[in-house]
């Protein structure tokens, strides 16, 4: 069982930045593909970026440039960099751990871009 508990969310004006972070528990944070999803209301939930367990990233179109995902396998930690940040932002962020059949969710932190 692995329980992910994110942090960092708030309320930042367009053009500012943000930082979320995702801490695990458990030994084999390693194996797991780390990611950030977003679900903003009315919408289906979203990948923004992933990292796997090999440090290869990836990231959807709208944050490319903007967006760096980072983890640190020794504090069991994973890291959501946000600059540039946009209205359409706007949303609850998710850490989520994935390895074969299994993943685990966070409960979400809420990360509003309003002036």
């Known amino acids: 069982q692995v329980q992910l508990v994110e942090s960092g969310g708030g309320l930042v004006q367009p053009g500012g930045s943000l930082r979320l972070s995702c801490a695990a528990s458990g030994s084999m944070f390693r194996l797991y593909s780390m990611g950030w999803y977003r679900q903003a209301p009315g919408k289906q939930r979203e990948l923004v970026a992933i990292?796997?367990?090999?440090?290869?990233?990836n990231y959807v179109d709208s944050v490319k440039g903007r967006f760096t995902i980072s983890r640190d396998n020794v504090k069991n930690t994973m890291s959501l960099q946000m600059n540039s940040l946009k209205p359409e932002d706007t949303a609850v962020y998710y850490c989520?751990?994935?390895?074969?059949?299994?993943?685990?969710w966070g409960q979400g932190t809420q990360v509003t871009v309003s002036s």
């Open positions: 989520n751990a994935h390895y074969g059949n299994t993943e685990y």
């Open positions: 990292i796997d367990s090999g440090d290869r990233t």
